[in-house]
């Protein structure tokens, strides 16, 4: 096990999360570095708390790329169920292969009494034979293990296995090379799904271990134990039995207005090292405005980092002086910042703009 060396402030870069854009920087914490070292050591989920946007995600990606983890995503929805983690049967294929084989099957004689009648003098085998045999290999052929594809802690607790069992049922690895410093689990926004599913994971994260269907021997981690990072956007409370068995880091903004937004300046920075400052700052004053308005009339869910980084993201596609970017702010802020209808019902009528504003905004 290796930890974390890393001190406030550190930088990775990411990959773009789409073609076309740019790279994406995530800026550690000493906080997010203690615990996931802490969790490293405990050999315990992370549990990552926060409001939407606030880098939960980018978070569990930042620890892969800077630990050489393989990173092993899945997106939890309402229809998750725990067992996906584990392993996927492919019910739909099983069923077509099944009615392919029963097809062929009615194609056979399948009278006893006339396959005898056929039996040759040299002692050949009677037909009802042959196809009794045929019979079990069609068994043989719908086994469920034939139809198991591994899942993400499959892979993270023995990769060697899963490569054997997703060749069996023509998978690619989500590798292409075996881990050298094992994987990183991401169960991304838990709180999505029902409460059986995190109940339902107690016993594989617990012990390591899990028995597919249709296998007789269990799956168990080796080497390299994963770290399993989880996410959750506090949208449903999760089961107090599965909170017990996590570490849990707490992700939030300053509360201070002066504090956030030179939390928020210093994000902005690392994203767009060319950025002027005074754009950066206005963008994150708009912000701390906006979110402490919205906060005063319970409009949810708050304005946070991942809309000051689109407004900048915006503003620096469109614009290329710092005067024109601090007036294209002005013109975008509604759209970005005050994603509530009543906040938007609240925001300036864009006709009202002053003719400094049309030339600043018209500018390059």
Known sequence: MMPLDLKEGSQVTLPAEAAGEQERV????????????????????????????IGKTQLAEAVAAQSGRVLLPF?????????????????????????????????????????ENKQTTQ??????????????GLRE?????????????????????????????HVAPPSLSKPT????????????????FPNGLLEALGSRRFTPWGRVNAVTAQDEPPLVIITT??????????????????LTLPDHPNGLIQHLVERGQA?????????????????????????????????????????????MALKNTPEAQCACLVELR????????EAARAAPDPSTRSSNDEAALASD
């Open 26 to 53: 995530h800026v550690f914490s000493q906080w997010e570095v203690d615990a996931v070292n802490a969790a490293l050591g405990a050999g315990r989920p992370l549990l990552v708390r926060g409001e939407p946007g």
């Open 75 to 115: 997106a939890v929805d309402a229809r998750s169920e725990s067992r996906d983690l584990l392993w996927h049967l492919d019910t739909v294929q099983r069923l077509a292969d099944a009615q392919l084989l029963g097809a062929a099957r009615e194609l056979l004689p399948v009278s006893r009494s006339q396959d």
């Open 123 to 136: 002692g050949e085998p009677c037909r009802h034979d042959r196809i009794d045999e045929l019979l079990g």
């Open 141 to 169: 052929i719908l086994a469920l293990e034939n139809y198991l594809r591994p899942g993400p802690l499959w892979w993270a607790f023995d990769w060697e296995n899963a490569r054997i069992q997703a060749e069996k049922v």
């Open 181 to 196: 410093a094992g994987c990183l689990v991401l169960i991304d926004e838990i709180d999505k799904a029902e409460s059986d």
């Open 233 to 250: 956007n506090e949208e449903r409370a999760l089961p107090d039995a599965f909170v017990r068995r996590c570490l849990v880091l707490h």
């Open 271 to 315: 994203h767009f090292p060319d950025a002027d400052e005074s754009v950066l700052r206005q963008a994150a004053a708009m912000l701390v405005e906006d979110r402490s308005h919205a906060d005063a009339n319970q409009w949810f869910p708050l304005p946070g980092q991942a809309e000051y980084l689109d407004l900048l993201r915006a503003v």
């Open 334 to 341: 509604r759209y970005v910042l005050m994603k509530h209808p």
